[in-house]
């Protein structure tokens, strides 16, 4: 008899996670080396969110919580998903986590039985398809092209649902690409959805408040309101807020799939952290002021990793509409032989020799089941992130 579950031997590691521990291993050794692979912003949690953490602290709010999270935070999230959203939740629909993993992985343990199918657009973030396939059900992958700026298009949609077909993950602004969809590219897509009764939808709201230039965000169900009672939407405080940190993720749907998550998160691990749930009621319903600034600073750092990037040979990299990553296509280089001498065959070997070569750290595209590619997070100070392109032109340049 196995000790170990046959489920683990769907599941792998996360590449991201891997690409942080490995710049910070070399750093140890001494290397110089510039780690652009951690999806977290650089920022500090705004001192109003922090004070109220130590307010909270300081009221003795260190005991317990209800499974599904305080009254005082679930009706700050059915009040943020009614002014930002225009959508009506009752502070019973909503529930809080360990941040946005949680949300994500008791969603799909309260609802997947075997054989049940889970439309995945690639690039995708690395962790979508391991909890699927963990939770049982079968990842069913929808390619998407540099060409139409990594977004799904309807007719790849509505080809990929079959009677098995129980969601579709929908993340906008994506992690990896950071391609965000307009109101009318998700009508196009929510047309679709409404054909298919059998498919619910699990939209991943994480990166909202990080759009750049005239964009404006919009969810599947503020689009297609007929769409309410198939759809989880989930979202968090770690990348607006700057709160990684704190793990604190939320999500709002029918009550039904409420209840069933909170059941399965009152058994794994009840109520998130007391005191970061009260940090989280202050970012909520707190000043917002901090967010644009926050997201000028983003998009000059996003202008110049695009700039300096498509100035690299073989490189080709699309502005992205949102998020804090590119995710630009290495092809111009497979086949070539890098300073080491290797021939790079893949884009898992650009990043290896990338590393070696420069000490620059980014993750592989065939990561988010789409390459040759590789991401870069530009959540760093321009300094730094204008040094490591400036490696990544060097590297380009010296291969042949």
């Known amino acids: 008899m196995a000790f170990l579950a046959d489920a683990l031997s769907r599941v792998k590691p996360s590449a991201t996670i891997a690409v942080s521990q490995k710049a910070r291993e070399l750093k140890a050794q001494g290397r110089d080396v510039i780690g652009l692979g951690a999806g977290e912003p650089d920022f500090d949690t705004p001192d109003n969110i922090k004070n109220a953490a130590i307010a909270a602290i300081n009221r003795g709010e260190t005991k317990y919580t209800p499974v599904s999270g305080i009254p005082e935070l679930r009706k700050a999230i059915a009040d943020k998903f009614k002014r930002e959203n225009g959508l009506d939740y ?3 629909q909503t529930i809080v986590g360990t941040g946005g993993k949680q949300i994500l992985f008791n969603a799909f343990m309260a609802t997947m039985n075997a054989g049940d199918e889970v439309v995945i657009p690639a690039p995708y973030w690395v ?7 963990i939770c049982g059900g079968t990842p069913v992958f929808v390619e998407t092209t540099i060409d139409n700026s990594f977004k799904l298009t309807p007719e790849a949609l509505d080809k990929a649902i079959t009677p098995k077909t129980k969601w579709l993950i929908f993340n906008s602004p ?3 690409s950071g391609a965000a969809y307009s109101e009318a590219e998700l009508k196009a897509l929510t047309d679709v959805l409404l054909k298919h009764e059998h498919v619910w939808v699990l939209t991943d709201d994480m990166y909202e408040h990080l759009v750049y230039g005239d964009f404006t965000f919009t969810t599947p169900v503020q689009v ?3 769409l309410y009672d198939r759809t989880l939407t989930m979202n968090g405080v770690s990348k607006a807020y700057a709160m990684t940190g704190w ?11 409420i209840k069933a998550m909170d059941m399965i998160q009152g058994q794994q691990t009840s109520g998130a952290c007391s005191i970061a749930q009260w940090a989280a009621v202050e970012a909520l319903n707190g000043t917002q002021d901090f967010i644009p600034e926050n997201k ?3 998009e000059r750092r996003r202008d110049l990793v695009v700039s300096m990037l498509n100035q690299a040979k073989g490189i080709d ?4 509409e949102g998020a804090f990553y590119v995710y630009p296509s290495c092809a111009g280089l497979m086949g070539k032989t890098a300073p080491s001498g290797k021939v790079m065959e893949t884009d ?3 990043v290896s020799e990338l590393l070696e070569a420069e000490g620059v750290a980014v993750v592989h595209g065939s990561a988010f089941g789409l390459g040759p590619n590789f991401r870069i997070s530009y959540a760093t100070s321009e300094e730094l992130l204008e040094e490591a392109c400036s490696r990544i032109q060097r590297f380009c340049a010296a291969c042949r």
């Open 90 to 92: 009752d502070p019973s």
């Open 127 to 133: 962790s979508y398809p391991e909890m699927v396939a």
């Open 174 to 176: 994506s992690n990896p």
């Open 224 to 226: 297609e309101p007929k």
């Open 247 to 257: 793990r604190i993720g939320y999500a709002a749907g029918p009550l039904q799939l």
């Open 296 to 298: 000028k600073i983003f």
């Open 317 to 320: 990299c699309p502005t992205p």
């Open 348 to 350: 898992e070997d650009f």
